[in-house]
C-alpha cells in the first residue's frame, strides 16, 4: 500500500513556510509523495484567480520528484472542501493510506469543517506548529491534543502527528500585505514565485 499526503490550501500565493513543511512531512514520515491541493474557491475567503496560483504552485514544486500539484480541486468548480478532495483523489489513487499537511491554525478548527467527523477519521493528521494569534510560547502539543479530545467526545477517533519544524512565521496574507505596500517579499518565496508575481502585477492593489 502507497501512503500519501495531501496538502490542501488556498495558496495565495505559495511561501517558503508551505515549502518547509511538505518537505519535512516527506522526511519525517513514510509518505512517499505530498500532492498539493490548491482551493478553487476556497469556503470563506476570496483569493486570486485559480490560474496564477497554480502557475506559482507548479513554478515553486518543480524541482522536487516526490511533489506532485493537482487540479482536482478545479474540476468540481464549486466551494472546495476537504472532503471531496480525499474522495476524489482516493479514485484516482487507489490502495493508499492518506495523510493530510495541515499547519496548526488549520487544524485547530477541523471539528468545524464541512463533514469534518468522517474526514478526521479518513487520514493521518501531519501538523505543522505555528504561532497562533495571542500566543507568545507555541503550544502546539496541548492544542492537537485538546483538538484529539473535543473530536473524541463525538466518538471520533483521529491519529495525529507533529512535525518537527523550525516555526516559520510567514504567511500569504504578509505577503499580500507586503506587495500592497510596496514592501520587498524577496527570500519570502521563491525568486521565480516573485517574478511571476511581478509580471502580473498580482496582489499590488487591495480588493
Ligand atoms: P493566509 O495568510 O492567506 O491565511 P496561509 O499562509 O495560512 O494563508 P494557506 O494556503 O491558507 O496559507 O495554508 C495552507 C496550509 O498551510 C494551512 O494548513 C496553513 O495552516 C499552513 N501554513 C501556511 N503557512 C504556514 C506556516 N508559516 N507555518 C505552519 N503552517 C503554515
Redesign the pocket.
Given at each position: 500500500m502507497q501512503q500519501l499526503a495531501i496538502?490542501?490550501?488556498?495558496?495565495?500565493p505559495i511561501?517558503w513556510?508551505?515549502l518547509l513543511?511538505a518537505e519535512t512531512a516527506l522526511h519525517q514520515t513514510a509518505i512517499e509523495k505530498v500532492i498539493w491541493t490548491p482551493s478553487f474557491q476556497p469556503p470563506h475567503?476570496t483569493a486570486a484567480l485559480f490560474e496564477h496560483r497554480l502557475a506559482m504552485l507548479q513554478i515553486a514544486t518543480k524541482d522536487n520528484s516526490a511533489f506532485t500539484v493537482s487540479q482536482i480541486e478545479a474540476k468540481s468548480r464549486g466551494n472546495s472542501y476537504a472532503i471531496n478532495t480525499l474522495i476524489d483523489l482516493s479514485a484516482c489513487y487507489p490502495n493508499t493510506r492518506w495523510y493530510w499537511?495541515?499547519?496548526?491554525?488549520?487544524?485547530q478548527t477541523l471539528p468545524r469543517w464541512y463533514r469534518g467527523q468522517e474526514l478526521a477519521q479518513m487520514c493521518n493528521w501531519l501538523i505543522?506548529?505555528?504561532f497562533l494569534s495571542g500566543e507568545t510560547i507555541p503550544q502546539s502539543e496541548l492544542i492537537c491534543k485538546q483538538v484529539k479530545q473535543q473530536l473524541q467526545k463525538q466518538s471520533v477517533t483521529i491519529h495525529w502527528q507533529l512535525l518537527h519544524t523550525p516555526?516559520?512565521?510567514?504567511?500569504?496574507?504578509?505577503i499580500?500585505q507586503f506587495c500592497r505596500e510596496g514592501q520587498s517579499i524577496r527570500y519570502l518565496v521563491p525568486e521565480e514565485v516573485r517574478s511571476y508575481m511581478t509580471f502580473h502585477g498580482l496582489y499590488t492593489r487591495s480588493i
Open positions: 496538502f490542501g490550501g488556498t495558496f495565495d511561501h513556510g508551505h513543511i475567503k499537511i495541515v499547519g496548526l491554525d488549520t487544524f505543522a506548529p505555528r516555526l516559520v512565521g510567514i504567511s500569504s496574507s504578509l499580500r
